[in-house]
């Protein structure tokens, strides 16, 4: 039974970073899971200091804030003329410097370190229940990551075609009377709802993998938004159930070998995708020579 939670969670997270993701390959914007992942600790010492609590919760609201306050940072700088990787680059460093500060200064005698505040390890996933009405209804990162999914596909089906115009082409997005910057902020809300609720049960190194990895495969394999956002799905789910495989052969971390079957298959797709293949586009130039 534990192996079912451990993929199943593998693949809720796979599926709601696989879906955000796509739109942040295509607005380059790639590493922001990286930085939303980083720069909110100082909400998670914060609200610990707040409610003298290590409860989920607590811990949840203060990242989830500091995720939101990360991405709106983001924007301004950009806004003001810093380059967006220049923008992502200089807020979660220094977010993530004054959470290392405020865990120094404020938590020397407490168990709350950067481990246990960030690094979570999917395999313990099974153990930390839910209980209601003292039932036992299934791992709690089952639940927080299944929510974040469902709340993903809601609003991304509902506005598909807006978040699809702003990302390829904002300028007309604006022309024709859609609020770039609301999308824009939704997105990013998005994405840091689904990084905060999936790295402290599985992992911060699975979710910036698959918020980057499939999506950037599923890039190569089509033009159309559509089938990229069900490759990406499918792609990350595959490296879910591959990767534990593949750890329980090995004995080693689930989450790294779930991300290296996931870059198997991006180095695959970057070799022979039939559009973007580094081997078939060296075939065609030979067939076009020779003719």
């Known amino acids: 039974m534990s192996t079912l939670w451990i993929i199943l969670t593998g693949a809720l997270v ?12 295509l607005r380059r914007m790639a590493m922001i899971g990286d930085a939303i992942s980083h720069s909110v600790l100082p909400g998670i010492v914060i609200a610990f200091l707040i409610s003298g609590s290590r409860d989920s919760l607590f811990m949840l609201l203060g990242a989830a804030v500091l995720g939101l306050v990360t991405v709106f940072l983001i924007q301004l700088f950009h806004q003001s003329g810093v380059q967006s990787d220049a923008s992502i680059g200089v807020v979660f460093t220094a977010l993530f410097a004054v959470g290392v500060v405020l865990v120094s200064m404020y938590t020397k005698h407490i168990d709350l370190d950067l481990d246990c505040v960030l690094y979570g390890e999917i395999a ?10 003292g039932i036992d209804i299934g791992p709690k990162a ?22 699809k115009l702003c990302s390829f082409d904002p300028a007309l997005a604006a022309a024709v009377g859609i609020p770039v910057a609301l999308f824009h902020y ?30 950037a495969a599923a890039y190569l394999l089509t033009e159309r938004l559509s089938r990229m956002i069900v490759y990406s799905v499918v792609i990350g789910c595959f ?13 080693a971390s689930i989450a790294g070998c779930m991300i290296s079957v996931a870059g198997v298959i991006f180095l695959l797709a970057l070799l022979f995708s039939p559009g973007h293949g580094i081997v078939f586009r060296k075939w065609n130039r030979r067939q076009q020579l020779s003719s």
């Open 142 to 163: 089952v639940w927080g990551v299944g929510l974040a999914l469902l709340l993903t596909i809601l609003l991304i089906s509902v506005f598909y075609k807006q978040f």
């Open 14 to 25: 796979a599926s709601t970073c696989g879906i955000v993701g796509c739109f942040l390959v």
């Open 239 to 251: 490296s879910s159930v591959l990767g534990y495989y593949a750890a329980h052969l090995l004995d």
């Open 186 to 215: 939704l997105l990013m809300g998005l994405v840091s709802v689904s990084t905060v609720a999936s790295f402290e049960s599985v992992g911060a190194i699975l979710v910036v993998g698959m918020l980057v990895v499939p999506p």
């Open 124 to 133: 313990y996933v099974p153990w930390n229940t839910i209980q209601l009405a």
